[in-house]
């Protein structure tokens, strides 16, 4: 039997970073769905808050992936694709400059 989940990314960090994930950035994690869970993946950018695809009220902007795959896979796809995530996180969070003093 297969399941939709849904994963949230939020569009800004805990520390107020905003994050700009490019929609193909989301490619290889698409990939691994495919590839290694037989996957049907779907990436949205909600630019605020909402109930987005009949899923559960989230309250600040954000980006959700959605994943159709066998109910027997969804924790060990879950591990596999979190420090994808993590990744794209961390290479998208845009740092705030600070102006050189004079």
Do not use: C, N, W
């Not at 994690?29 to 779907?42: H, K, L, N, T």
């Not at 979190?82 to 845009?94: A, K, M």
Request: aromatic share 8%; charged share 25%; net charge negative.
């Amino acid at each position: 039997m297969t399941k939709t989940i849904s994963l949230v990314i939020p569009t800004v960090t805990d520390d107020g970073l905003p994050v700009a994930i490019p929609r193909s950035a989301f490619d290889g994690i698409g990939q691994v769905a495919e590839d290694e869970f037989e996957a049907e993946m779907g990436f949205h950018l909600h630019t605020g808050p909402g109930s987005y695809h009949g899923q559960p009220f989230v309250p600040f902007a954000h980006y959700l992936i959605e994943a159709t795959l066998d109910d027997d896979l969804i924790e060990a796809f879950k591990e596999r694709i979190d420090p994808l995530i993590d990744d794209l996180v961390e290479r998208f969070t845009q740092q705030l400059e600070v102006p050189a003093e004079r």
